[in-house]
């Protein structure tokens, strides 16, 4: 299995930006998509996942109401719409997948993970 990131680039605050990720081989209804981010100097953290047959999503506080996780199976496709941007959301952004719950927010559940897509956020 391979996931390709893709969709970062430089935004002003307050902005929107749309990230992508492409899996590469199949994909089942028990599987469960997250994205990551890691800002330079921190830790990777939890952003959003979503479960692959049902749709159920969760986030992480920072960044509920702002950024919405969906997916299209038809294209094996999963999707980050952030708005509001903000610059402490200036990360590598990561999609990664799992065999169980969306609600799973540690990386080290993760088995799958794609290249990052850096996004930057200019005040």
């Known amino acids: 299995v391979q996931l390709q990131a893709s969709g970062g680039g430089l935004v002003q605050a307050g902005g929107s930006l749309s990230l992508s990720c492409e899996v590469f081989?199949?994909?089942?209804?028990?599987?469960?998509m997250g994205w990551f981010r890691q800002a330079p100097g921190k830790e990777r953290q939890f952003v959003a996942a979503i479960n692959w047959g049902d749709g159920r999503t969760s986030y992480a506080d920072s960044v509920k109401g702002r950024f919405t996780i969906s997916r299209d199976r038809t294209k094996n496709t999963v999707y980050l719409q952030m708005n509001s941007l903000k610059p402490e959301d200036t990360a590598v952004y990561y999609c990664?997948?799992?065999?169980?719950?969306?609600?799973?927010?540690?990386?080290?559940?993760?088995?799958?993970w794609g290249q990052g897509t850096l996004v930057t956020v200019s005040s």
């Open positions: 081989g199949r994909t089942y209804s028990s599987h469960a």
């Open positions: 990664a997948r799992r065999t169980g719950s969306p609600y799973v927010t540690a990386e080290g559940d993760y088995g799958y």
